[in-house]
C-alpha cells in the first residue's frame, strides 16, 4: 500500500536553516502537502505542492520535489523558536484519500 | 468562521463503555475524515465520507462507527471502548477534488482505562 516516511527528529540552531525530509511510495500521487502541528492543536496547512511542479517557494518557505526519487523537502529559512512544531508530509492521491508520515518532531535551540 | 469543531477536547472512558465523538463544519465541504493519532505512527485513516449518506473504511476502522445524515456532521462511535482505543482523535474536511488540502479541528483526546 501507499507509504510516507519521514525522520523523526530533528534540531537545528536558531537562525539556521531546517531541512525536513520525506519519501513516498506511490506514484499516482498528485499533490503533496506540509502540515505543522503545535502542541495541542490540530495539523495546520503550511503549504501543497502539485505533482507536475518542482519547487514552491512561499516566503521563508521552500517546497522540493524529485518526483523521480519519490523525495519531498521543507527547507525553512531563519528557523526561529517558534517553528518548533511537528511536520507532517502528506500525499493525496486519485482517490481523495491522504496518507501521512510519521512526522518530524523539530527543535529550534536558542 | 468556526471551520471544523470537535466536541468533547478531553475525555477518559472505562473498557467497554460506548461514547459519540463529534465533528461538525461549516465550509461546505462533501469530503469529511476521521484519523487518530498515536505517537510515531503518524495519522491514521479510520472511516471518511465524500457527502451526506455515503460513508466508507480507511486503515483502522475495526471498533468505530460512523454515519453521514447531513453535508455538516460527521460523528464517530466507539461501540465498546478499549485501552488500545486511547489516542488522539482528528476529524478533517476539505471540498472534493483537486488539490484541496484538509482542513482540522483541534482534536479529541481520549484515555480508556
Known amino acids: 500500500g501507499e507509504d510516507v516516511e519521514q525522520s523523526l527528529f530533528l534540531s537545528v540552531r536558531e537562525g539556521d536553516s531546517s531541512v525536513i525530509n520525506c519519501t513516498y511510495t506511490?506514484?499516482?500521487?498528485?499533490?503533496l502537502y506540509w502540515y505543522k502541528q503545535e502542541p495541542g492543536a490540530g495539523l495546520q496547512l503550511l503549504t501543497y505542492?502539485?505533482?507536475?511542479?518542482d519547487m514552491k517557494q512561499d516566503q521563508r518557505l521552500t517546497v522540493l520535489l524529485n518526483k523521480k526519487d519519490k523525495h519531498l523537502s521543507l527547507r525553512i529559512a531563519d528557523t526561529q523558536t517558534g517553528d518548533s512544531a511537528i511536520y507532517f508530509c502528506?500525499?493525496?492521491?486519485?482517490?481523495?484519500?491522504?496518507?501521512f508520515g510519521p512526522g518530524t518532531r523539530l527543535s529550534v535551540l536558542p | 468562521n468556526a471551520g471544523v469543531t470537535q466536541t468533547p477536547k478531553f475525555q477518559v472512558l472505562k473498557t467497554g463503555q460506548s461514547m459519540t465523538l463529534q465533528c461538525a463544519q461549516d465550509?461546505?465541504?462533501?469530503?469529511m475524515s476521521w484519523y487518530r493519532q498515536d505517537p510515531g505512527m503518524g495519522l491514521r485513516l479510520i472511516h471518511y465520507?465524500?457527502?451526506?449518506?455515503?460513508?466508507d473504511q480507511g486503515e483502522v476502522p475495526n471498533g468505530y462507527n460512523v454515519s453521514r445524515s447531513t453535508t455538516e456532521d460527521f460523528p464517530l462511535r466507539l461501540l465498546s471502548a478499549a485501552p488500545s482505543q486511547t489516542s488522539v482523535y482528528f476529524c478533517?474536511?476539505?471540498?472534493?477534488?483537486?488539490?484541496?488540502?484538509?482542513?482540522f479541528g483541534n482534536g479529541t483526546r481520549l484515555t480508556v482505562t
Open positions: 502528506a500525499e493525496r492521491d486519485y482517490g481523495q484519500n491522504f496518507v
Open positions: 465520507s465524500v457527502g451526506a449518506g455515503i460513508t
Open positions: 506511490d506514484s499516482s500521487s498528485t499533490y
Open positions: 478533517a474536511s476539505s471540498p472534493e477534488g483537486g488539490g484541496s488540502p484538509l482542513h
Open positions: 505542492i502539485f505533482s507536475n511542479m
Open positions: 465550509m461546505n465541504h462533501e469530503y
